[in-house]
T-cell receptor, first 112, second 118 residues
Framework: EADIYQTPRYLVIGTGKKITLECSQTMGHDKMYWYQQDPGMELHLIHY???????EKGDLSSESTVSRIRTEHFPLTLESARPSHTSQYLC???????????FGEGSRLTVL | QKEVEQDPGPLSVPEGAIVSLNCTYS??????FMWYRQYSRKGPELLMY????GNKEDGRFTAQVDKSSKYISLFIRDSQPSDSATYLC??????????????????FGQGTTLQVKP
């Protein structure tokens, strides 16, 4: 089991605002991921990190950016939010053993 | 064509029923198969993890993989209202483990919404 926290859980903002979604974990796992999930649709990988100062883009193109300055934190930033960014953003960590992903509770973003 | 196909439902069953959830896939390289359960407004949680073909049982849940047919199933016995959720299948072609250099590239199905009525 792993503790992974996402804030905010819900965010409603206007077009053009800059937002940062926080993701943090307490167990020191190296591998962290951001997925995007639209209602009724599958999860799409948008960013991942193997450790500090390591970030890569996922399969789904995203205008968001991420950083990994500390192992514990993997924030996602949108410089100028648009209605097309309205979605649920899920952060996950990958543990050892079977390599399963543990997800946070998600950040549901609505851009008006 | 999507790599992983999953009927979105919704699927509605009475309490106590046996539920069968399924996914088909096209990539014959997939070897690792997972089922996640996602309650409304929550993140997915891992239910079952299987490697290659065969069955795996955990309590009321049984995961089945048929690689020859590119078909995986999740069976839920004696379904309960608390089982009402969206069930997502996920799969990967490469082992995801400690020290491996690959990404956590699970390919997810769309998810099937299940409602178990009391």
């Amino acid at each position: 089991e792993a503790d992974i926290y996402q804030t905010p859980r819900y965010l409603v903002i206007g077009t053009g605002k800059k937002i940062t979604l926080e993701c943090s974990q307490t167990m020191g796992h190296d591998k962290m991921y951001w997925y995007q999930q639209d209602p009724g649709m599958e999860l799409h990988l948008i960013h991942y990190s193997y450790g500090v100062n390591s970030t890569e883009k996922g399969d789904l193109s995203s205008e968001s950016t991420v950083s990994r300055i500390r192992t514990e934190h993997f924030p996602l930033t949108l410089e100028s939010a648009r209605p097309s960014h309205t979605s649920q953003y899920l952060c996950a960590i990958q543990t050892g053993g079977t390599g399963e992903l543990f997800f946070g509770e998600g950040s549901r973003l609505t851009v008006l | 064509q999507k790599e992983v196909e999953q009927d979105p439902g919704p699927l509605s069953v009475p309490e106590g029923a046996i539920v069968s959830l399924n996914c088909t896939y096209s990539n014959s390289a997939f070897q690792y198969f997972m089922w996640y359960r996602q309650y409304s407004r929550k993140g997915p949680e891992l239910l079952m993890y299987t490697y290659s073909s065969g069955n795996k049982e955990d309590g009321r849940f049984t995961a089945q993989v048929d690689k020859s047919s590119k078909y995986i199933s999740l069976f839920i016995r004696d379904s309960q209202p608390s089982d009402s959720a969206t069930y997502l299948c996920a799969m990967s072609a490469i082992r995801i483990g400690r020290g491996s250099s690959n990404t956590g590239k699970l390919i997810f199905g769309q998810g099937t919404t299940l409602q178990v009525k009391p």
